[in-house]
Structures are given as structure tokens and as C-alpha cells.
């Protein structure tokens, strides 16, 4: 194994949130008298951010005048309840560990509030994250690869010696973006059919072909 780090989208790659994102989103739509969206179109919706999620569901976009009150109340609702339903993929930990125990280091890189997404780091996979990194102002999200610098730079890591696990098109580019070494997931939020037409190359259906491929690297 030539790797020292693996940096990892987080919904849909290692925790399924779905259930929790539909339920705030529907929560946020039904506060503000708006059609609720069925799990489906919520899914279509993730990969891109809150601010981008919000965009897709309420009607007429951000020209919607409730559309900053949806979105508020989506992150008031989110930040209440975003362990519900929310659980890591079956084998996901015993990944984590199995690379740990060789060496390599873990961070998160994720379009989320970070403050969820430090939040759920700490609550499922406690010390095995070194850096979490969310959506904040001060960052460009993905694909730009501002978050996946700053978790190099905390790991202390070169783009060569890491590896970029995720699950959708917009992780593709982002280990694009970065210069890092891919291994895509088809068990989340996208078919594989996306992620080939995205430019993935490795693409892996569970964590032992996952654990194989970033050995391979």
C-alpha cells in the first residue's frame, strides 16, 4: 500500500443520511406550506450543498420569497435530528480500522453544514477522523478542492500519497480537481452508470473490493 491518507465524502459513501436529509427537507417544505417531496426527489437533490438542495426542492428556486425561511428552518430542523435514521454502511468501521491499523490516516471532506458534519464524524466514528471538513464561507465546496487542502494539510500528506473515496459525480471531479488518486462507491447516492459518465475508473460495490483497490494503489 503506497498510501498514507484516505480523504472521504461522507453522506452516501460512508453514513447513509437519506432518511434524515428527507425528513428536515420535508419538515421545512410543510413549515412553509409547500408540497413535500417524495425520498426520491430528495435524493436528486443531494450532492451539492443545503444552499443547492433547498434551490431544487422549493418552488421557483431562490426567487421563492420563503425561500431563505426554508432554508433556515431546514438547518434548525437538520441540526436537531440529523441522527434519526442516520447509520455508517454496513462494514464501513471495520474498514476505517483495517486501514488504520496499516498506517493510514482518515479525514472527511463533505458539501454538508459542517457543523453536522463534525457532529456526525464525532458520533460515529469517533477518533478515527483526524480532520472534519464541511460547507463554511470561508471555503469553496466541492468539486473545488479548497476542503480536500485543507484536510491534506492537517494530515500532513501529499496529493501522490492520498486516496479520495465518494459516491456521486461531484466527487469525481473533486479528487479530479485535487490531484488525488479515486475510488468511487456505487453503494450510495448515485448508480454506477453516473459515475463512469462522470470519469470514474475504479468503482467499488462494497468495503473488502474498497480495502483491495486502495491497497492496489
Known sequence: MNIRAVIWDLDGTLLNTLGDL?????AALAMNDMPVKTTEEILRAIGNGIR???????????????FSKVYDDF???YGAHSRDRTQPYAGIPELMDALSAKGVK?????NKI?????ELCATYFGGRVAAAIGDDPSRRRKPEPDGVLEAMRVLGVRAEETAYVGDSEVDVATAKN???????VSWGY?????LREAGAETICAAPDELLAALEAI
Open 75 to 77: 438547518v434548525a430542523y
Open 114 to 118: 459542517d457543523f453536522a458534519v463534525k
Open 52 to 66: 443547492t438542495l433547498i434551490v431544487r426542492i422549493v418552488p421557483g428556486g431562490e426567487s421563492n420569497p420563503l
Open 22 to 26: 428527507a425528513a428536515a427537507a420535508n
Open 190 to 194: 448515485r448508480d454506477e452508470s453516473v
Open 178 to 184: 485535487a490531484g488525488l488518486h479515486l475510488c468511487a
Open 106 to 110: 482518515h479525514a472527511v471532506v463533505s
